[in-house]
């Protein structure tokens, strides 16, 4: 026959597996930097949103003022009304179209202008004098004087996008090239390489993912911009619908359009990380 435990001993026993447990969900959950189970980060992103929407439904039952708290569901049927009958896509797409082609232009000039910056001492002297001059220069404040000089078309809500981008971005990306290590480079001059093959194998593998993240980053930038440009001088797009519903005092349409813009904003997200994931797959990952 076994012998049994006796309820005594048994008791610590269990305390001590307890208190091992709490220690290892402390050390996975409350250490700095430390990765979480995938699971784990999914029920939390899903769990901030249903926090949102209950704080969001509370308040609007609360306040029982459909003009300043619009319900949850007043707003989804606000949206798809749009949808159905205020040709809202069109306007999506306009928008779509402006941040799009204004942020690929500030993109494709700012990106290579900032990897000679902070690669090349003669040429950041030049430049970042007047870059980080004029990126104080607030891109809302140039709306006027644009409409004064070129008009109403598309070209001035481009150049709205480029300005808020472009000068950001190229300090961005100067600082991500000037923290390349030097040992890194020397290494390879060391092994023999040449400069060509050191600038493209070693220099660019190194600043490009985190060029990558500036370009996520200053996306979230343009859209602010965009529809800054559009409240003031635009026909179409999502700008231009939110100021329209302002005059007829629709605040669920006007929250419908912003959240509409963050659903828009998290698909571009999603493309610059799935991105990051599949072109440099030597980059750690902060999750497993």
Known sequence: MSERVPAT????????????????????????KQAIPRPTVITL?????VVILAVWSLASASIKNALFAPSPARVWSSW???????????????????????FLIAAVMAVPLGLLMGSFEIVRSFFQPPISFIRYMPASAFIPLLILLIGLDENEKLIIIWIGVFFQLVLMVMNIAQRVPDEMLNVAYTLGASRLKVFYKVFLPATF????????????????????????????????????SERFLRSDRIIAAIITIGILGLITDTIFSLIHRWAFPYVEKVHA
């Open 80 to 102: 798809v009304d749009m949808i159905q009958h205020f040709n809202f896509l069109s306007d999506v797409g306009w928008s779509t179209f402006r941040i799009v082609a204004g």
């Open 45 to 49: 992103g899903i769990g901030s949103f």
């Open 209 to 244: 993912p985190e060029v990558v993240d500036a370009l996520r980053i200053t996306m979230g930038w343009a859209w602010t911009y965009l529809i800054v440009a559009e409240i003031v001088s635009a026909e179409r797009g999502i700008g231009s619908f939110i100021l329209i």
């Open 9 to 32: 001993q048994a008791a610590p026993a269990a305390s001590v597996r307890v208190q091992r447990r709490r220690r290892g969900l402390l050390r996975t959950y409350l250490t700095p």
